[in-house]
C-alpha cells in the first residue's frame, strides 16, 4: 500500500466478512430511495428518478442471499456532496448520494436520481457489495445511450466484453415516471462483473 | 515495478467464499477517476439510547445469559486521526453461538432476554463504549469438525471511513483454524481485543478494541 511519506501511519484493522447475519434490525429506508432525505417531508431531490434494480450471483449462478448493497453517487449536476463540494452552489440539499439497502434473495431495487455527466467522467454510481465469505468488493455501474461513456476513464481500462458489463440495461419507465435500469452482478466466475481494488489504486 | 490490483484469496474450508470470491484480479482504478470511488457518509445518529448495552434487551428487561463483558476502543483513520461521530452497527451471537436473525437456521438455543444488535456514535475524540453478552462458538462446518471462534461484528461508518470487521477474543482455540483469521495471517492479532479488569461496573471483565480504518478512502478528505 502506498503512503505519503512523512505521515504517521498507523496499521489498519483487517477487514472481515459480514457474514449472512448482518441484521436487518439495522435497515434504513431513508438509504433505500434517495429521491427524498426523508417521506414524510417536502424537499425532493432534483432530476429524472431512477430505479435501478438486478439479481447478484454466485459462481454457480445462485442468487447470493443476504448481501448487504451501498451505492455512493453523485446529484444530477453531476456533483458529489463530500467535505470538498461543501457550499457549491451545485449542491442539492435534498440529496446526499448514500445509499444501502440489505437484500435477503441476492435480488434488489434502488430508487435514486440519474447522476450527472462531471468533468470527465459519465454518469455512473459506485457500488459496494459486502457479504458472507468476502470482505468487500466494489464496482461503478454505467448508463446506456449516454455519450460520455466512450470517453470514461474507468470503461477505458476495460475490454469491450467487460464494459457490456457494467452498463446496464433500460427497462422502460414506471407508472410513476420512474426509469428502470438491470443491472446484475456475477460475483465470480463465468460472466464475471468486473471489480475495482481501492486499496492498491 | 507494476503495481497491479489485489488478486483475492479464497478463505479455506468456507464454501461461500468460494462461491462469491471474484476470480479476476481486481482492476486498477485511474488516478481521474479515484475520487469517484470514495463514498462520504453523512453523520447518521441512528442509535437509540439504550442500544450501547446488548446485555439487555430494554433496560427494564433482565440480564441475557452468559458472561456480561465491556467493550471499548478509540476509531481513528490510518493517519492517527478520531473517527468522530461514527457509527458502530454491533452484533454478536448469544451465549450458545446463536443469532436472533430470522435466517439463523442452525437451531441452537435461543435466549429470550438477548437481542444480539445494537448501535453506538463515537464521541469527539472517536471513543466508543458497548456491553454486550460474550458470545458463544459454534460449529461452522459439522461435517469436518471447523467452528467459528468467538467474534463480535463491528460496522463502522462515518465521513469517507467505511469497514467492516470482527472483534475476536484472546487465546481461543478456534482462532487459528478460522478461513478469514488464516487469510490475515500474522496481522489476525490487530483483530483480537486485550483483556483488562472491570472492578467497579456491572460486567465480568473488558476488552479494548481500538480500530484503525486503513487504505486511502478513509484519510481522502483530511
Redesign the interface.
Known sequence: ???ETG????????????????????R?ESLEDLTRVDAGVVGQAKGTPIILRGRVF???G?L???VLL?F?Q?NAKGL?????TEGHTDIDPWF???GRLRS?SGAYSFRSIMPGTS???AP?I?V?I?????????T?VFFPDQSANDA???L???TESERHRLIAKHDGRTADGAEVYLFDII???DG?????????? | MTTLGRQLSIGPTDNTSDQRTPRQRLKLIPETARKSFVPYVPARYVSRTHEWDLTRISPDRPRAHGEAIEITGTVRTQSGAPLRHGLLEIWNANHYGRYRHIEDHSGLQLDENFFGMGRVVTDENGQYKFWTISPGAYLARPDIGRWRPKHIHISVSGGSSRLITQMYFPDEPNNHSDPMAILMGDAFERNVGTSYETPNIDVEQGFRFDIVVGGRNATFFE
Open positions: 500500500m502506498t503512503q505521515q504517521k501511519t498507523l496499521l489498519p484493522t483487517n477487514e472481515d466478512t459480514t457474514g449472512p447475519y448482518f441484521p436487518i434490525y439495522f434504513d454466485d459462481r454457480h445462485n447470493a442471499n443476504g451501498e455512493w453523485a458529489y456532496r463530500t467535505p470538498e446526499n448520494g448514500y435477503a468533468d470527465n467522467r455512473n459506485t459496494t459486502f457479504s458472507d465469505g468476502i470482505n468487500r468488493i466494489v461503478q470514461d476513464p474507468v477505458n481500462v476495460l460475483m465470480a466466475g464475471e462483473t468486473p471489480f475495482f481494488d481501492d486499496l492498491q489504486s
